[in-house]
C-alpha cells in the first residue's frame, strides 16, 4: 500500500486515490506529512531543522487518517424507493392509455381492411385494466397490466 497524509490539507492518498478536507484526531502539529510504501515510511516535520523521521509502523494518528479515508471511500446505499403517489400512478395510467388509443378505431380491427389488428379483443380487455387505474388510482407499487403484443392479419 502506498499512503501519503497531509495533515493541513486534511489530504489522504491511499493508492493514488485521494480524498480532501478530512477530518481525524490525533496528528501532532508539527508534522507536515507522511510518506508510506507497503512496509516502511518517513514522517516530514514542518520545521525544516528537524529531519524526516524513519518509520516501520504507523503511527496512531496515522490509522486515524486511514480511517476517515476509508469512510470518505465508502458508497452511501442506495437511497430507499419511494412508491408512485396517486397522481403518479393516474398519469401513468392515462399514458399507457393514450399509447393504445390506436387500437380503439373501428377500422383498425375491421377483417375489410388489409392488415387489420387481429386481436382488437385483448386490447380492450387491458385497457379496461388499465382505465381502473386510472379512474380509481391509488398510492404504491402497482401490478400493472401487461399490453397484449399485436397480432396483424
Not at 471511500?73 to 392515462?94: D, G, Q, R, W
Not at 383498425?108 to 388489409?114: E, G, L, Y
Not at 379496461?128 to 379512474?135: D, F, G, P, S, T
Request: negative net charge.
Amino acid at each position: 500500500m502506498k499512503l501519503t497524509i497531509i495533515p493541513i490539507d486534511g489530504a489522504v492518498y491511499e493508492d493514488g486515490l485521494c480524498y480532501l478536507n478530512l477530518v481525524w484526531e490525533g496528528t501532532p502539529a508539527d508534522v507536515h506529512a507522511l510518506q508510506w510504501q507497503d512496509i516502511e515510511g518517513w514522517i516530514e516535520y514542518n520545521d525544516v531543522t528537524t529531519p524526516n523521521e524513519d518509520i516501520t509502523v504507523l503511527p496512531q494518528w496515522a490509522d486515524n487518517a486511514m480511517a476517515a479515508w476509508t469512510v470518505a471511500n465508502t458508497p452511501l446505499p442506495p437511497p430507499i424507493p419511494v412508491p408512485p403517489t396517486t397522481e403518479e400512478n393516474k398519469a401513468t395510467a392515462s399514458a399507457l392509455l393514450t399509447a393504445t388509443d390506436w387500437t380503439t378505431i373501428p377500422d383498425v380491427a375491421d377483417p375489410i381492411n388489409s392488415p387489420y389488428l387481429a386481436n382488437q379483443a385483448e386490447f380492450i380487455t387491458y385497457r379496461n385494466l388499465v382505465r381502473q387505474i386510472a379512474v380509481y388510482p391509488t398510492a404504491g407499487d402497482l401490478v400493472w397490466p401487461v399490453a397484449p403484443t399485436e397480432v396483424w392479419a
